[in-house]
C-alpha cells in the first residue's frame, strides 16, 4: 500500500525470510560460517538455535544459495512426525523410491543406506536439513542418529542440520540422547540484534527495497530495540506497521508517535507485551543492582560521594550523532580528498584520477565491496566511505579509526569523531580500501599445493599462532595446515572451506602484517 508512496521498489520489512535481506551481523557471519563449515565437513549433525524471529530459517535459506554444487539437500520444515513419517519424508525428499504403502521401518532404512552408498560413489555429499527441529521426540532424534552410523574411513554419508528454538539444546542435553550430542561438530546459538546494529539493519533492508531517502530518524532507534528486544522479525513488524501509519498520515518519516501508535497495534496483548519486555528490564535491574553492589563494596562511602558529586559536576559529553561534510569545500571534492586521506594512511601521495590503478603501481591492491560494519571490523583497515548527509546528498569520507563506540572519519582536511549510530544511518554500504598483495604468484593455494607460496602461508599462519616463522623448504599444504586455514576463515566471518583464495589471502596479509594502516589495533591481539 505504501510502496509507492516512498518509492519502493517491494515491501522492506516482510517476513518472508528472503536471503537478500539478510542482514549478516556479526552472529548471523557466524551462524552461517559455522553451517557452511558443518556442510563441508565429514558428516554428523550441525545445531543452529535461536529464539524465534532471530534470522534460523533465512541463514538457512542463504546457506543453500552458497551450497557446493556436489551436494543433493532435503529440507523439512514440519518435524513433527513418527519415526516411520520422517523416513518415508526423507524418502521423498531424496526421490528414494519404496514399495507402495510400505511402513517398515527396515525398508526405509535399507533404501535410504543404498542411496547414501551409491551417491558417495558417485562424488555426491548429502545433506538433510531439519527446520523447527524442537520438536522432534526423543525416538524420531534416536533414528536421526542411527541414520549417520553409515561411514566410510573418512567420513560420515549423511550430513543433518538442526535448526530449532533454544529448548533443542536443552534436550540434546538430556542424558538419554548424549550418543547424539556427541556427534554435533559445529553449534552456534543466534542471539537477537544489538543496539547498535539496529540502524544498519534498517537501513540496510530499506537499501534493497530501494529506498532513497531516510524514513527512520536515527532517533527513533533507542525506542525500537527497547520494543523488539533486537529480535528482527519483530522489528519488521513494528517497521512495516510504522511505514504504514506514516503513509496514511501523509508524513514524510516515521516519527516518534507514530512508532509508538504502531507498537500498541503489534502488541495489542498487554499481557504479551509485559512478558516480552520482561526480560530486557529484568536484565536491565540486574545491571542496575550489580552496579550498586560494586560501589557499596568497592567504594567508601566517601568514595562513593566524591564519586557521585564528579559525576554531576562533569557530564559524559555526547558524540555527534551527524557526520557533515565541511562547508569550507565544495562537496564535489569529497572523493578526491577522500582517497587523498586514504592514500596518506599507507604513507604514500594520491595524484588524482584512478585510484586502484595508482594502488597497483605502488604495490597494493584495492577492494570495492558492499557490506557492513561487522566485515570492516574483520578487515580492519582504513576505507573510503559513501555517505549521505540529512538532506540526502552523497559525499565520501575516509574511515581511519573504528571502536566500540565511535567512528573517526577524515572528511575534508578534518578529523571528525561520531557516534556508530551516525555511520549506521548515513552510511549506504559501499566501501574501498587498499590492501598489500602478499608475495604469491598463485591466486589460489589448495590441499596437496607445494612450493614458495605455501612456505609464506605457513609463516603466516606461524605468526598468527604466536609462534617463530620458520622456512620449511618443500612445505606441503596439508590436512593439518588445511584445518588451521578453516579455524582462520572461520573466525573473520569467511566460508570455512580450507581453500585460500584472494579474500583470505587479504585477511592473512593484514592479520600477519603489523605495519599496515589499522581501524583498530587493539583488534589484531582479539
Sequence with gaps: MYQSYFGLAEEPFSI???????????RHQEALAHLLYGVNAGGGFVLLTGEVGAGKTTVC???LEQIPESCDVAYIFNPKLTVEELLSTICAEFGITCPPGNTSVKVYIDRINAYLLDAHARGRHTVLIIDEAQNLSADVLEQLRLLTNLETNQRKLLQIILLGQPELAAMLARPELRQLAQRIIARYHLGPLDRQEIAAYVQHRLGVSGAQRLLFPLALMGRLYRLSGGIPRIINVLCDRALLGTYAQSKERVDHATLKQAAREVFYNPAAQRSMMRPLLAGLLLAVLAAALYLLVAQTPAQTKAAVQTAAAKPLAALPNVLEW???YPLSRSQEMAYTALFKT????????????????????????????????QLNLPAVLLMRDNQGQKFYATLARLDDSSATFDVGTETRAVALGALAEQWSGHYTLLWRMPPVASKQLRLGDQGPDVEWLGKQLAQLDGKAAETTQGQVFDEAMMRQVKQFQLAQGLIPDGTVGPQTMMRLSGAADKTVPKLNRQQENK
Excluded at 518472508?16 to 556479526?26: E, I
Excluded at 599507507?346 to 560494519?373: F, M, P, V
Design 16 to 26: 518472508a525470510p528472503d536471503p537478500r535481506y539478510l542482514y549478516m551481523s556479526r
Design 61 to 63: 535459506r542463504c546457506l
Design 326 to 328: 565541511p562547508a569550507t
Design 346 to 377: 599507507w604513507g604514500t601521495d594520491y595524484k588524482g584520477g584512478d585510484a586502484c590503478l595508482q594502488a597497483e603501481a605502488i604495490g597494493l591492491r584495492c577492494l570495492t565491496a558492499r557490506g557492513g560494519l561487522d566485515e570492516l571490523r
